[in-house]
């Protein structure tokens, strides 16, 4: 009778545990609705990690974050978006659908993606340049929504956008503001790829008649072309092997009309390496019955002209 007893007894108590903890959770879930979030993402979503620390009320994680940087840790927590704006998740949707865009590409492959995808689908906006403008319409086309959503910004967008298209696969980027000759602040980057750093311009590769002017540039010439910056404030860039790699080197101005007329024709582009001034733009625009564009960069001894219809 007394073993019977004691094996009802802790039945019982075996019950009142289990009823206590079903209390306790629902409790648990009814006031702290986050947690019910967490548990629903473990329990459906295995093959993402979800880090705890950032269920917390007071969002410590996240508030002191701008938003390309609130996008960058929705993407490396796993497609967390609870901590965003509409806003930021119209930005987050189409970071995402670029990093699908180039799933296994090298760096410099998606480097390059990141620079064409903008001079592609961005405007630069004179209106926002423009200095008796309002403060928030000035933030929209400098920031990375400007560019990656609406389409249209200025030179501290486009890098911005540059940096978080690079950032989201991988890519070390760097944010730089530096003086131009032409007046006034500018704002470009600089990428790691392959244990080398690289200087890129997407603004003034959108804008030019070379769109690969500025892509993958050292320091050196970005010295040469005017530029200043806080130079020890940033990773140093000393390899060449991509600049002006576009570039045919001709030894005569023959040769240079017939290349140039040829390519003008065909591509409406004509890139060309002399260690000689061209003097016969006037009977290559006769010739291709239509005016261009040329710009003119002299490096190493070299000047490299980027012609264009």
Not at 52 to 60: A, L
Not at 218 to 232: A, H, I, Q, T
């Amino acid at each position: 009778m007394k073993k019977y007893v004691t094996e009802k007894f802790c039945d019982v108590m075996s019950y009142l545990t289990v009823a206590l903890g079903v209390i306790l959770i629902a409790l648990v879930v009814m006031n702290y609705p986050k947690i019910t979030s967490l548990l629903d993402r473990t329990l459906f979503n295995q093959n993402k990690a979800v880090s705890s620390s950032i269920i917390v009320d007071d969002n410590t994680e996240w508030k002191n974050l701008d938003e390309s940087e609130r996008v960058l840790k929705a993407i490396e927590m796993g497609g967390i978006t609870d901590y965003l704006n509409s806003r930021e998740i119209e930005l987050y949707n189409e970071t995402v659908r670029f990093m699908n865009s180039v799933k296994g590409k090298s760096d410099y492959e998606v480097c390059l993606a990141a620079h064409d995808w903008i001079c592609d689908n961005v405007t630069y906006d004179d209106d926002a340049a423009k200095e008796d403008n309002d403060l928030s319409y000035v933030y929209d086309s400098t920031s990375s929504y400007g560019g990656v959503v609406e389409g249209y910004t200025i030179c501290g967008g486009y890098a911005e956008s540059y940096q978080l298209l690079t950032k989201c696969c991988g890519i070390e980027t760097y944010y730089v503001v530096g003086k131009v000759p032409e007046g006034g602040y500018h704002a470009w980057n600089i990428s790691r790829i392959n244990d080398q750093y690289y200087a890129i311009d997407c603004t003034y590769d959108d804008n030019g008649t070379d769109r690969y002017k500025y892509f993958m540039v050292s320091d050196e010439f970005m010295k040469n072309v005017g530029r200043e910056w806080s130079y020890e404030e940033f990773p140093a860039c000393t390899d060449k092997q991509y600049e002006f790699a576009r570039y045919t080197e001709f030894s005569s101005q023959n040769e240079v009309f017939d290349y140039v007329v040829g390519s003008l024709n065909n591509a409406g582009t004509a890139f060309v390496k002399t260690d000689f001034e061209i003097d016969c733009f006037d009977d290559i625009c006769e010739s291709v019955d239509a005016g261009f564009a040329y710009s003119k960069t002299n490096m190493d001894g070299f000047n490299y002209y980027a012609i264009k219809l």
